[in-house]
């Protein structure tokens, strides 16, 4: 089986890195026109483990430390938050790199070695999302990285080596991929992890198998060594607590959507139909494991945010790379090599617009003007500088209300199953607001109005960088991006609820949750956009 030169591979890949990664850098700054909600998020986790406080100890999040550390790491050597990002998007593609040389190299004809390879780096390290849009973006960065990486897992999982026997070296990649996968965000090790075990074990490459597991407990006994055992036990918690949450059941469509409607069911129909006519052509077990691979794919991406299906890119690879040899293999009375390339070009089709949306975000990025930004947080901390959002998105600040509340004859309207109840506190219904635009804005007035409380604020919304804004210090325990939790209510003295929320399923989810708290609720002050009140421990 032919494979890519080594070579010649490593400089392509490491050429690609540097281009994509150029345009970022070489920019004064960087410039988010979409998702600020998310970019806030991940600034509040950042210089909070910047402080020194530690995800699932100091503070409630469902993604593992990797996906943050890399970036918290830059901001402790002195960089400003936007370039402390761009050089942590630059530190993860030449860890992945190696990785994904081996996976790409060992596993794939030249051509398709050199794309993909290519593309798993873009991924990683674009500042667009991947969806067919062209925003520029933070949002969401640590799915891209998991994609990325996880190209390099499926590749290895599906089809064998094209250099021979290398299970040791094949163990020790798989073992360091899956331990990032798991530190990075959870959802990618548990849909693959199993899988890739069966492979090894199916193929009969169980000595693979060992060097992976020692990997896997090196990395994480070195992160044990690094923050202490009880981070694991705050990891679980956490998903456990997101997984459970009524808030978010799924940031998008549902599985059984992303298995079947309009965007997705050419793909998944292409994947099934490539792993029946691959063990149809002589080749059982790689048939299988696309098969097995296939929910997986699915659950990561309805998982993610505006569930894009990456999945397609290392499936066009997988299908190219498992066509029989050109004598006449049959399945059902077709050409198996036929089918297997006419599946192929159908996912480097659908995959078209998601890669050419990666591709294009550093250079979309470049030609921004600064001149219609302005910085995303506190301009005078220097800590913060260099992460700048457009004016008009910042400050254009727009709610979107529910008529049914304020007109009788659109309350009529009503479903009587509906379970969006009104958002209740202290007995007084709040209206039915969300911000649609404008949540830098709106957070910077509110901060300004709760930055004299003379303790710490618990912020009933689904993000809280208020202290950021207003100069105090976090929320000890809080949760940067809140799923309906009162994580952080024992060490604050007052609530803050905002009228009008960033997400109103948050907001109602921890004020019915609260209601239910052994605390007092004291109002202190009011304003149009919130309601401020002193907390009271035990009940009245």
């Given at each position: 089986m032919s494979r890519a030169n080594p070579g010649l591979l490593a400089v392509v890949l490491c050429l690609v890195l540097v281009l994509a990664l150029a345009p970022a850098i070489l920019k004064d700054g960087l410039f988010i026109t979409a998702y600020e909600g998310d970019a806030l998020h991940v600034s509040d986790i950042v210089m909070r483990m910047a402080a020194g406080e530690l995800p699932h100890l100091d503070f409630e999040t469902p993604l593992g430390i990797a996906a943050f550390a890399p970036i918290a790491?830059?901001?402790?050597?002195?960089?400003?938050?936007?370039?402390?990002?761009?050089?942590?998007?630059?530190?993860?593609?030449?860890?992945?790199?190696?990785?994904?040389?081996?996976?790409?190299?060992?596993?794939?004809?030249?051509?398709?070695?050199?794309?993909?390879?290519?593309?798993?780096?873009?991924?990683?390290?674009?500042?667009?999302?991947?969806?067919?849009?062209?925003?520029?973006?933070?949002?969401?960065?640590?799915?891209?990285?998991?994609?990325?990486?996880?190209?390099?897992?499926?590749?290895?999982?599906?089809?064998?080596?094209?250099?021979?026997?290398?299970?040791?070296?094949?163990?020790?990649?798989?073992?360091?991929?899956?331990?990032?996968?798991?530190?990075?965000?959870?959802?990618?090790?548990?849909?693959?992890?199993?899988?890739?075990?069966?492979?090894?074990?199916?193929?009969?490459?169980?000595?693979?198998?060992?060097?992976?597991?020692?990997?896997?407990?090196?990395?994480?006994?070195?992160?044990?060594?690094?923050?202490?055992?009880?981070?694991?036990?705050?990891?679980?918690?956490?998903?456990?607590?997101?997984?459970?949450?009524?808030?978010?059941?799924?940031?998008?469509?549902?599985?059984?959507?992303?298995?079947?409607?309009?965007?997705?069911?050419?793909?998944?129909?292409?994947?099934?139909?490539?792993?029946?006519?691959?063990?149809?052509?002589?080749?059982?077990?790689?048939?299988?494991?696309?098969?097995?691979?296939?929910?997986?794919?699915?659950y990561a991406t309805f998982q993610n945010f505006e569930n894009d299906p990456l999945w397609i890119i290392p499936l066009a690879a997988i299908l190219w790379a498992a066509r029989p040899e050109p004598e006449d293999v049959a399945v059902f009375g077709w050409d198996a090599r036929v089918v297997l390339t006419t599946l192929a070009a159908v996912a480097v089709t659908l995959s078209i617009p998601h890669v050419q949306s990666l591709g294009a975000g550093a250079l979309r990025h470049y030609a921004l003007s600064p001149d219609a930004f302005e910085p995303l947080l506190a301009p005078d901390d220097p800590r913060l500088a260099g992460l700048h959002v457009a004016s008009v998105r910042a400050n254009t600040t727009r709610g979107s209300v529910d008529l049914r509340e304020a007109d009788a004859a659109y309350a009529m309207m009503a479903d009587p199953d509906d379970e969006a109840e009104p958002a209740m506190i202290a007995g007084e219904a709040l209206p039915d607001c969300r911000l649609e635009a404008g949540i830098v804005g709106a957070i910077r007035v509110q901060a300004a109005e709760i930055a004299d409380l003379d303790g710490p604020v618990f912020v009933a919304d689904m993000v809280a960088p208020h202290w950021i804004y207003n100069g105090t210090d976090p929320l000890p325990g809080g949760a940067p991006w809140n799923y309906g939790s009162l994580a952080g209510l024992d060490a604050a003295d007052y609530v803050m609820v905002p009228i009008c929320a960033v997400s109103t399923r948050s907001r109602r989810a921890i004020l019915n949750a609260l209601a239910g708290a052994d605390v007092t609720l004291e109002e202190v002050r009011r304003s149009p956009r919130v309601i401020v009140y002193r907390i009271t421990r035990g009940t009245a």
């Open positions: 790491f830059f901001v402790v050597q002195g960089h400003p938050l936007g370039e402390a990002y761009l050089y942590a998007q630059a530190f993860v593609g030449l860890l992945a790199l190696p990785l994904i040389y081996w996976a790409v190299g060992t596993r794939l004809p030249p051509v398709s070695a050199y794309l993909l390879g290519a593309v798993a780096l873009i991924v990683i390290t674009s500042l667009s999302y991947g969806m067919a849009k062209p925003p520029v973006t933070i949002a969401m960065h640590y799915n891209r990285w998991g994609w990325g990486l996880a190209f390099a897992a499926v590749v290895m999982i599906c089809l064998p080596s094209r250099v021979g026997p290398r299970p040791f070296v094949d163990g020790v990649v798989l073992g360091l991929i899956f331990s990032a996968l798991a530190l990075i965000k959870a959802s990618y090790f548990a849909v693959f992890a199993p899988v890739a075990l069966l492979a090894l074990l199916l193929r009969g490459e169980r000595a693979a198998i060992v060097p992976a597991a020692l990997t896997g407990v090196a990395v994480m006994g070195l992160v044990t060594l690094l923050t202490g055992p009880a981070l694991w036990a705050g990891y679980v918690e956490d998903l456990l607590k997101v997984f459970t949450s009524d808030v978010r059941e799924f940031p998008g469509l549902s599985f059984a959507k992303v298995l079947v409607s309009p965007p997705y069911f050419i793909a998944t129909l292409a994947a099934v139909a490539g792993a029946i006519v691959i063990r149809g052509s002589g080749r059982p077990v790689e048939g299988l494991i696309l098969l097995l691979l296939v929910p997986g794919f699915a």
